[in-house]
């Protein structure tokens, strides 16, 4: 069975940093490509940051650039993002996400899904 689980979420205070990691059971994450995507409340669900399977290129949102850093992990079947200073606006529920064709950040095209982990900015 697929299963995505992430984890690292929690509160921080704004210019802190988190580090998602998302682990991947009953496939290999190298064949996919992997995005980190979140949701505010009454908000749409966005893509946050993409690493492709096929030549390892990456996208960020304008939001994140700079800040936000998404990354395999070596041999463990991870992969991670990275979140430095954060910003209330980042507030949100983080999921990453697998599909073994996608080349986009689209959340409407990813197949696999985590459960989501829950990322709070507040001072």
């Known amino acids: 069975q697929l299963q995505l689980v992430e984890s690292g979420g929690g509160l921080v205070q704004p210019g802190g940093s988190l580090r998602l990691s998302c682990a991947a059971s009953?496939?290999?994450?190298?064949?996919?490509?992997i995005g980190w995507f979140r949701q505010a409340p009454g908000k749409e669900r966005e893509g946050v940051s993409c690493i492709s399977s096929s030549d390892g290129s990456t996208y960020y949102a304008d939001s994140v650039k700079g800040r936000f850093t998404i990354s395999r992990g070596s041999a463990n079947n991870m992969v991670y993002l990275q979140m430095n200073s954060l910003k209330p606006e980042d507030t949100a529920v983080y999921y990453c996400?697998?599909?073994?064709?996608?080349?986009?950040?689209?959340?409407?095209?990813?197949?696999?899904w985590g459960q989501g982990t829950q990322v709070t900015v507040s001072s």
């Open positions: 009953g496939f290999t994450l190298d064949y996919y490509t």
């Open positions: 996400a697998a599909d073994p064709r996608s080349e986009s950040c689209s959340p409407y095209e990813y197949e696999y």
